[in-house]
């Protein structure tokens, strides 16, 4: 038998760490979805502002392709849109990077994170892949209200990270500033990430409690209202001195040119913001009312996207309304019978309930 330092590379097996053996994969159906009414991924169903297109299409050169990003402009002017100062940002990679970078600057092995279930995989992912202990807190049963005593009753002094998304994916269910102030106090060694991806469809911010919480983490991201979900731009926001070192964790150049410039652009379009914020909360109330038509149980929403239950059809329905050119996202798998729907605008929900009806 030849010794293991004779063995050939043939021999030999790479190992990934433990973690990533123990995570489930994750795999969202990202893939033949142009041309259809993309109600699954609450996106922007209209697009971005075409002042951002315009941007693009005018003024971004050659040269502004061969250079690596700078983002001091960019920092500046959404600093001011956010108003906060520009030391108590970070341009991301999405809200994916923002997630990540907490982590990465905050969770060890083995530190325990708290996540509610269900809600957006990447809070699970990031702390699974650092190795984390990740204990998860149900929505309470019926109408998924916050759990906000069950929060409280699981944050222990070990607890290094609480994330919650808010209004949350994929219940569409939100809690309010009173409460989150409250899993601050109770949890003061932990980094605690409110995603405020949904914010301009509530109204629910912890923006302005920044400098009273030195444990608050805010993140917002350009792929919903803004419509710019391809260009991978967000923002994380805390105090300076948890900035300063989020940012020696940060990969100089996460973010691309074209997404930081279209983000300057963009939070200048206020218009666009507000008349896509009308229509949709329009549409929304339009589908309340298809649905309840129909009888078709719904919870009910404080963000861009409704979930709905389909008793055990939930699958059949997904499939029949891709069929008819529409997309929408089974999430039976994490609350049996529920199909989450993007609100997008009245025509586009018509045309959803038109086919619903057909198939329901």
Known sequence: MPSSSNKTAADRNLQPRNAVLEMAPYNPPSSGRRNKLRLDFNENTVGCSPHVLDFIKRYLTAGDLAIYPEYE???????????????????TNGTDEAIQLVVN????????????RPSYAMYRFYAQLAGAAVHEIDFRVGKLA????????????????????????????GTTVAALERILL??????????????????????PMLNI????????????????AGLRCGVLFSQ?????QIRKAQSPYSVNIMAAMAARIAVQDQSFIEESVVEILAARELLYVGLEKLGIPYIESKANFVLIDTGNR????????????????????ELPGSVRITVGTRDQIRQLLTELQEIW
């Open 105 to 116: 600057t905050f969770v060890d092995d083995d530190d325990d994170v708290l996540i509610l």
């Open 73 to 91: 402009a960019a920092r500046e002017d959404l600093a001011g849109y956010f108003r906060v100062t520009s030391d108590e940002m970070t341009l």
């Open 186 to 207: 109770h949890a003061p060694n932990a980094a605690i990430l409110v995603d405020e991806a949904y914010y301009e469809f509530c109204g629910v911010t912890m923006l």
């Open 213 to 228: 919480y030195p444990n608050l983490f805010v993140s917002r991201t350009f792929s919903k209202i803004f419509g710019m």
């Open 146 to 173: 916050f759990p906000l005593e069950e929060i409280l009753n699981r944050i222990t002094p070990a607890t290094r990270a609480i994330f919650i998304s808010n209004p949350n994916n994929p219940t569409g269910t």
């Open 240 to 244: 300076a001195g948890n900035m300063k």
């Open 314 to 333: 939930s699958l059949e329905v997904r499939d029949e309304l891709r069929k008819r050119g529409i997309l929408v996202r089974d999430r039976s798998y």
